[in-house]
T-cell receptor, first 114, second 114 residues
Framework: AQTVTQSQPEMSVQEAETVTLSCTYD???????LFWYKQPPSRQMILVIR??????QNATENRFSVNFQKAAKSFSLKISDSQLGDTAMYFC???????????FGKGTLLTVNP | ETGVTQSPTHLIKTRGQQVTLRCSSQ?????VSWYQQALGQGPQFIFQ???????GRGNFPPRFSGLQFPNYSSELNVNALELDDSALYLC?????????????FGEGSRLTVL
């Protein structure tokens, strides 16, 4: 069975600073995807960034980047130049191949302070 | 906005009753998944429908059932409600052929069972 662990229930950061959210996962599969989803209060969950396991290069999306360490089964999210709108629950998630079943972690509540 | 809408947004039921939750997928998306998100937890996969057929199920009992219709709408039905069924129910659609694994979520239906 696949598991996803987010060890930081809550984090806070000052506006314009950088913050890193941690995620580890466990799987015996070789072909999988990793995701970070953002769930703002009372808003829809949206995809922040995606990483294919076969790609060694870390994914980046504007201010968001990941540090994917396949051997360590680690997938952290770095948010640069944090903005107030980044305040949300962040979920790390995992799926195997083309199977769209996502396995989520428990989430990290990120608060960006002015 | 993800283009996925859910109804109702909130509802209250009593133990033993039945509930139907509805979802309208993003146009053209042939795959819909349902997730249960208990308070303070990450979403848990209930089941997935592809072209109107169930295409994978999580660890949920048979009293959780679903339907997917040709017009990109779908339903989640829960019979014999229990107190532990209180949660946010999320619908997510995707285009299977796209192969990216990205899901597009609705805002959810918050169910309270008394």
């Amino acid at each position: 069975a696949q598991t996803v662990t987010q060890s930081q229930p809550e984090m806070s950061v000052q506006e314009a600073e950088t913050v890193t959210l941690s995620c580890t996962y466990d799987t015996s599969e070789s072909n999988y995807y990793l995701f970070w989803y953002k769930q703002p209060p009372s808003r829809q969950m949206i995809l922040v960034i995606r990483q294919e396991a076969y790609k060694q290069q870390n994914a980046t999306e504007n201010r968001f980047s990941v540090n994917f360490q396949k051997a360590a089964k680690s997938f952290s999210l770095k948010i640069s130049d944090s903005q107030l709108g980044d305040t949300a629950m962040y979920f790390c998630a995992f799926s195997v191949g083309s199977n769209y079943k996502l396995t989520f972690g428990k989430g990290t509540l990120l608060t960006v302070n002015p | 906005e993800t283009g996925v809408t859910q109804s109702p947004t909130h509802l209250i039921k009593t133990r033993g009753q039945q509930v139907t939750l509805r979802c309208s997928s993003q146009s053209g998306h042939n795959t819909v998944s349902w997730y249960q998100q208990a308070l303070g937890q990450g979403p848990q996969f209930i089941f997935q429908y592809y072209r109107e057929e169930e295409n994978g199920r999580g660890n949920f009992p048979p009293r959780f059932s679903g339907l997917q219709f040709p017009n990109y709408s779908s339903e989640l039905n829960v019979n014999a409600l229990e107190l532990d069924d209180s949660a946010l129910y999320l619908c997510a659609s995707s285009l299977a052929i796209q192969g990216t694994g990205e899901l597009f979520f609705g805002e959810g239906s918050r169910l309270t069972v008394l």
